[in-house]
């Protein structure tokens, strides 16, 4: 599977998340967030907590890597 880039990671996470198949109920019952804050960041409404953002990405394999510039 090729990897992904993203510019952000807010848009890596709400790409991750709505592209699951799991219902947000079984995403929080997996994360130990919220439904509400799952489905309120996945419309834009809210963004996440450091640490809330941090469970999700640990969640979906998500890794930050230094761009290489030049």
């Given amino acids: 599977m090729a990897e992904r880039r993203y510019p952000t990671m807010t848009e890596a996470l709400r ?3 709505l592209s ?7 995403v929080a019952r997996q994360t130990g967030l919220t439904r509400t804050s799952l ?9 996440l907590r450091l640490d809330l953002a941090d469970e999700l990405a640990v969640f979906y ?3 930050i890597s ?5």
């Fill in 20 to 26: 699951d198949p799991r219902s947000f109920a079984e």
């Fill in 61 to 63: 394999g998500l890794r």
């Fill in 66 to 70: 230094r761009r290489e510039d030049g």
């Fill in 15 to 17: 790409d991750s998340l």
């Fill in 39 to 47: 489905m309120a960041f996945a419309e834009g409404k809210r963004s």
